[in-house]
């Protein structure tokens, strides 16, 4: 069974490889979405790019607190994954790129993500690392919704403003034959306490729910 897409997108784990290479952070994100549209084999075209990001914003890097990035992760999974519908928060979990992690989603709030790694080291809470992701003028203090220090946006030559799109075509260019080569799996759903692989629920109403609609209880 593949990756449930609430949980992971290949989309999504394409989009922060390029925020993480073009910025030189240690860890690209991006909070899921779910508008988007699948992508043909061959080219990538600029409105294949803005099916994903529409929104407009500038991409840049910053530091924050391993601990900081533990609080999303854990927030975003109980946003989506919560079976208190007044907990959701809309998008599905963020993905990142430079990050690895196990996740139950059967786990209360706050304890679902473990395991997890930046760069292939274990997350240390008190650590400082680089991030990079979605910055809008008009919150300059945060990255991704996440306060951060030392920020630095991304810029054309000229120093003007540079559109996130035009970072992932950058991202693009910049690659063996203009080609992406994306490695999925970043998160693999585990259980807490035995290590065995597990999955998510049931469909509850007769057609596939990409967001488990009652959602999953501990």
């Given at each position: 069974m593949g990756m449930p897409a609430v949980i992971e997108?290949?989309?999504?784990?394409f989009l922060t490889d390029a925020f993480k290479a073009q910025t030189g952070a240690d860890i690209g994100a991006i909070r899921g979405f779910r508008y988007g549209t699948h992508v043909r084999p061959g080219p990538i075209l600029l409105e294949d790019v803005y099916h994903f990001m529409p929104i407009g914003a500038q991409i840049a890097k910053g530091t924050i607190k391993g601990d900081a990035l533990k609080k999303q992760i854990e927030g975003?999974?109980?946003?989506s994954l919560s079976p208190t519908v007044a907990e959701w928060t809309?998008?599905?979990?963020?993905?990142?790129?430079?990050?690895?992690?196990?996740?139950?989603?059967?786990?209360?709030?706050?304890q679902r993500a473990f395991n997890i790694k930046v760069g292939g080291q274990s997350l240390d809470p008190a650590k400082d690392y680089t991030?990079?992701?979605y910055w809008y003028a008009g919150d300059p203090g945060l990255i991704n919704v996440v306060p951060a220090t030392n920020i630095?946006?991304?810029?054309?030559?000229?120093?003007?403003?540079?559109?996130?799109?035009?970072?992932?075509?950058?991202y693009l260019e910049s690659?063996?034959?203009?080609?992406?080569?994306?490695?999925?799996?970043?998160i693999t759903l585990k259980n807490k306490t035995s290590g065995e692989p597990v999955q998510m629920p049931?469909?509850?109403?007769?057609?596939?729910?990409?967001?488990?609609?009652?959602?999953?209880?501990?």
């Open positions: 997108g290949s989309s999504h784990d975003a999974a109980n946003g809309g998008g599905w979990l963020f993905n990142f790129s430079g990050v690895t992690m196990d996740l139950d989603p059967y786990q209360a709030q706050g991030y990079a992701s630095e946006v991304l810029k054309d030559t000229d120093g003007g403003p540079l559109d996130g799109t035009e970072v992932v075509v950058r690659q063996p034959n203009k080609t992406a080569d994306v490695q999925l799996n970043r049931a469909y509850n109403f007769g057609f596939p729910e990409v967001q488990p609609l009652r959602g999953v209880k501990p």
